[in-house]
């Protein structure tokens, strides 16, 4: 079970620090990922990190600004965004996977609940 936290209301260029608990100890050995969704659109990748954290990745859009990271002893993944924009503005989901690639929503077996971040402008 992942419970995603941290969203809220924020004004651009302002930061946020999403946190995702997992209940499970088993949680080290998931890849664990970011996703969004936006009014109206489809949800989409933002940022994904291997089990052992060697591998991350993020979308084009957030590369520079966002950072995702975790704490396997604490269960824990992370995603600290810095410099938000208004086109941030979306529910933030967390999810888990154990396949090799990872990039995309069918990867994920477990999913969050979901957060929501609102950049004003």
């Known amino acids: 079970q992942l419970q995603a936290y941290g969203g809220g209301l924020v004004q651009a260029g302002g930061s946020l620090r999403l946190s995702c608990a997992a209940s499970e100890r088993t949680f080290r050995y998931y890849n664990m990922g970011w996703f969004r969704q936006a009014p109206g659109k489809e949800r989409e990748f933002v940022a994904a990190i291997s089990f052992s954290s060697v591998t991350r990745y993020y979308t084009d859009s957030v590369k520079g600004r966002f950072t995702i990271s975790r704490d396997n002893a604490e269960n824990t993944a992370y995603l600290q965004m810095n410099s938000l924009k208004p086109e941030d503005t979306a529910i933030y989901y967390c999810?888990?996977?154990?396949?090799?690639?990872?990039?995309?929503?069918?990867?994920?077996?477990?999913w969050g609940q979901g957060t929501q971040v609102t950049v004003s402008s």
């Open positions: 999810a888990a996977s154990q396949r090799t690639s990872y990039l995309t929503e069918v990867a994920y077996h477990y």
